[in-house]
Each structure stands twice: as C-alpha cells, then as structure tokens.
C-alpha cells in the first residue's frame, strides 16, 4: 500500500512536469506558425481591381440625379457645365473621379458636362496606345461610358435625346 502511495506522488509530479512542457511547445509551435504565416504574407501579393466598378456605381448615380425616371429638364443643367456634381448632384470628393456627360439631340449637341479629374483622360489614352503588362497595368484608370436615351425637356417640349455618360476612375495611392 505504501509503494502504491509513492508511485501515485509520482506520477502527479510528472503529470506537472509534462504540463510546464506543454506550455514550452504550444510557445514554440505558435512562434512557428507566425514566421510562417509572415514570410508567406511578404511574397504574397494580392491586388483586387475595383476602378471600372466604381466608374460603373458613379455613372449610374449620375444618370438617377440627372435624368429621374428618364427625363432632363435642360434648364437645370445649362449653366453648370464645370460643376454639375457639385451644384446638381450633391456630389464631392472627385479626386479620382473625371464625369463627362453629352447630351445630344438628333446629331446636334445640346450641353457638354465636365468635371473631376481631367487628368484621367490623358491617362487613359497612354494606357490604350502602349501595351503595358506586369505590375503597372493595375495603375490603368477604370472606365465606364454608356449612351441613354431620355427625354430632354427643352422649352416645355419633350424630345428623344441621348445623353452619354463617361466615368473614368484613377488609381488610388
């Protein structure tokens, strides 16, 4: 009975040991896992495009606040040429952002809105003559144009007239 004793004290104090070297190994294979997951963070290398996405959600906000339901009042827009998102859509913060809108009657243009970034379009022009490939072609600027019809209200008449949106979206640093 008395060796049965011993052999349990034993035991209990290897139990303990085994416990402090748990400790030390949970400590060494977390220290593992983290220069792991860092080195494999540092050659990883991810970049995910959303510029021609923004351009997209841009345009159509433009559309909505220009033409609701379809229809521009011609009246509203003439004399904003350089700051409609401003005056007429509330809209701010056009760093990136270049918005061009024409609108059209027949083969005649009525009204050429403009404005944000004009320096966007340049850029689009290099990217589209150069064949650019590898890491620099992720600071090409997203691009959205599309032509609506709408009815143009111009002196109490309505008429069938296009109106083409461009939206262009620079690459933010």
């Not at 944000?116 to 959205?144: R, V």
Request: proline share 1%; net charge neutral; with cysteine.
């Amino acid at each position: 009975m008395v060796y049965k004793d011993k052999i349990m004290k034993i035991n209990k104090k290897a139990a303990l040991g085994e416990g402090v070297l748990m400790i030390y190994r949970l400590l060494l294979v977390t220290i593992i896992a983290i220069v792991i997951l860092g080195i494999s963070a540092i050659y990883y290398d991810y970049y995910i495009d959303v510029k021609n996405a923004e351009s997209v959600i841009m345009a159509k906000d433009v559309v909505n606040c220009l033409a609701p339901e379809g229809v521009l009042d011609l009246a509203i827009v003439q004399g904003h040429e350089n700051d409609f998102l401003d005056k007429i859509c509330g809209i701010s913060n056009l760093e990136r952002f270049y918005v061009g809108v024409n609108i059209s009657s027949a083969e005649n243009q009525l009204v050429f809105l403009k404005q944000g970034d004009n320096a966007a379009i340049w850029a689009k022009e290099i990217y589209k003559k150069s064949s650019l490939t590898g890491k620099i072609g992720k600071y090409e600027p997203g691009q959205f144009s599309w032509n609506y019809t709408i009815n143009l209200l111009k002196d109490g008449q309505y008429t069938k007239s296009k109106m083409n949106v461009e939206v262009l979206v620079s690459y933010e640093f």
